[in-house]
């Protein structure tokens, strides 16, 4: 794929989203899950490198459900399905997730109890 040419840095867009990707993996061992998490890194370092606005978050494996999940901050869904062609691995689940915390580590609606 040739680089995409036009867009905006990371730095100059609007916050990205966090999306939340859960992928069934028959099979699926500790070192099945450090390659896909190696693959997804390259896609999404490679990407970036063409211009996409994207992070890395993290991945985690369940072995006994066969069941690899992976995190990555994105502007739109689109670029989370161009990391996972380029990386060749199946998308079962995705899903944007919204933090439970806010930036000053409380819980949302949650008082902080300090006299301002």
């Known amino acids: 794929m040739p680089p995409l040419s036009g867009l905006r840095t990371v730095s100059a867009m609007a916050p990205g989203r966090t999306f939340f990707v859960e992928s069934y993996i028959p099979q699926l061992d500790a070192a099945g899950a450090a390659a896909l998490s190696s693959r997804l890194q390259t896609a999404v370092e490679q990407l970036k490198n063409e211009g996409l606005p994207l992070a890395w978050i993290r991945s985690f494996a369940l072995l006994q459900e066969d069941t690899y ?7 739109q869904l ?18 944007e997730a919204m933090p439970g915390e806010t930036p000053g580590g409380l819980r949302r609606g949650e008082a902080s109890g300090r006299s301002g």
């Open 69 to 75: 999940v992976w995190m990555v901050e994105a502007t």
């Open 78 to 95: 689109d670029h989370v399905v161009l990391v996972q062609q380029r990386a060749g691995v199946e998308l079962d689940h995705v899903a």
